[in-house]
């Protein structure tokens, strides 16, 4: 059984920085970070691979976001650098328990999600 809990999300000025911090426990093949606006369907924005560390990111955050993952410290994080207006939503921190693919529609686990405002 995994359990993730994320933390670090706010409110912050268009340009502003924020970091994501999501602590998991139990096995996982993949985790990711997802988001959703009001009205909005969910979105996958960032995923990494537990054992190797590959990446890969939407489009839409590409040079503007980093994922990483301290293993030592069961921890994911989401450096979110020159945020805009368009980035408010819901974090949400995901991971894939078994060995398979790390596809967006894979992922089966879920926190709690952290809210993240930029203002204009």
């Known amino acids: 059984q995994v359990q993730l809990v994320e933390s670090g999300g706010g409110s912050v000025q268009a340009g502003g920085s924020l970091r994501l911090s999501c602590a998991a426990s139990g096995r996982r093949y993949c985790m990711g970070w997802f988001r959703q606006a009001p009205g909005q369907e969910r979105e996958g924005v960032a995923r990494i691979y537990s054992h190797t560390g590959g990446t890969h990111y939407a489009d839409s955050v590409k040079g503007r976001f980093t994922i990483s993952q301290d293993n030592a410290k069961n921890t994911l994080y989401l450096q979110m650098n020159n945020l805009q207006p368009e980035d408010t939503a819901m974090y949400y921190c995901?991971?894939?328990?078994?060995?398979?693919?790390?596809?967006?529609?894979?992922?089966?686990?879920w926190g709690q999600g952290t809210q993240v405002t930029v203002s204009s």
């Open positions: 995901a991971a894939v328990g078994d060995i398979g693919s790390c596809q967006w529609s894979m992922f089966d686990y």
